[in-house]
Nanobody, 120 residues
Framework: QVQVVESGGGLVQPGGSLRLSCAAS????????VAWHRQAPGKQRELVAA???????VYADAVKGRFAISRDNAKNMVYLQMNSLEPGDTAVYYC??????????????WGQGIQVTVSS
């Protein structure tokens, strides 16, 4: 009922920047919470950044000051601006959306993931 699709990943050199986009589509009534997670090879999936419907965004310590999450509620879009990228940021990045297709009934939706590789 809700599709979540990430775009904007790829290969970037250390110190470079990338902007990930996440498009949520379907019979969406409202989006409550959005977040980006990532999973590096051999590691567990971890939270990178999250933005509730109201309130300030939160970031993992490893990305504070370098990454910024934003959302466009009118377009059902979520973004992750990533600056000063480091090899340790290499991972598959997943967009997560908590949304409702029925008023006041919220479900968790994930994208398929997109690869970000930071390497010279």
């Amino acid at each position: 009922q809700v599709q979540v699709v990430e775009s904007g990943g790829g290969l970037v050199q250390p110190g470079g920047s990338l902007r990930l986009s996440c498009a949520a589509s379907g019979s969406i009534v409202s989006i409550y919470h959005v977040a980006w997670h990532r999973q590096a090879p051999g590691k567990q999936r971890e939270l990178v950044a999250a933005m509730p419907n109201e309130g300030s965004p939160v970031y993992a310590d490893a990305v504070k000051g370098r990454f910024a999450i934003s959302r466009d509620n009118a377009k059902n879009m979520v973004y992750l601006q990533m600056n000063s990228l480091e090899p340790g940021d290499t991972a598959v990045y997943y967009c997560r959306v908590i949304a409702s297709v029925v008023v006041n009934v919220f479900s968790d939706y994930w994208g398929q993931g997109i690869q970000v590789t930071v390497s010279s």
